[in-house]
């Protein structure tokens, strides 16, 4: 069984930042492409930002120059560091992945969300 778990939300003031981490574990074979989606409330979830097993990354406009997504292969992990957070970065954040495990072909998984709040 493959398993996300985020972690690294909470409430910042204007201006400040987070950094959210996402760890998979289970029987996990190969991870393709790791990403971030967020989903505000009254809104529709929306990609954040997406990085390939190369590397190779994609960014949401609202997000660029402010957002980095990274990864560590080694650990399964993946990372979303927020700079210069505003109340509209306010939402649920997801993780996704896209993974290949002993019980099943590659398939996306999705975290349970972590909560970040942009608020003076």
């Known amino acids: 069984q493959v398993q996300l778990v985020e972690s690294g939300g909470g409430l910042v003031q204007p201006g400040g930042s987070l950094r959210l981490s996402c760890a998979a574990s289970?029987?996990?074979?190969?991870?393709?492409?790791m990403g971030w989606y967020r989903q505000a409330p009254g809104k529709e979830r929306e990609l954040v930002a997406v990085?390939?097993?190369?590397?190779?990354?994609t960014y949401a406009d609202s997000v660029k120059g402010r957002f980095t997504i990274s990864r560590d292969n080694a650990k399964n992990t993946v990372y979303l560091h927020q700079d210069s957070l505003t109340p509209e970065d306010t939402a649920v954040y997801y993780c996704?992945?896209?993974?290949?495990?002993?019980?099943?072909?590659?398939?996306?998984?999705w975290g349970r969300g972590t909560q970040v709040t942009v608020s003076s």
């Open positions: 990085i390939t097993s190369g590397g190779s990354t």
């Open positions: 996704n992945a896209n993974i290949r495990s002993r019980s099943s072909w590659s398939r996306d998984y």
């Open positions: 289970g029987s996990i074979l190969s991870i393709n492409a």
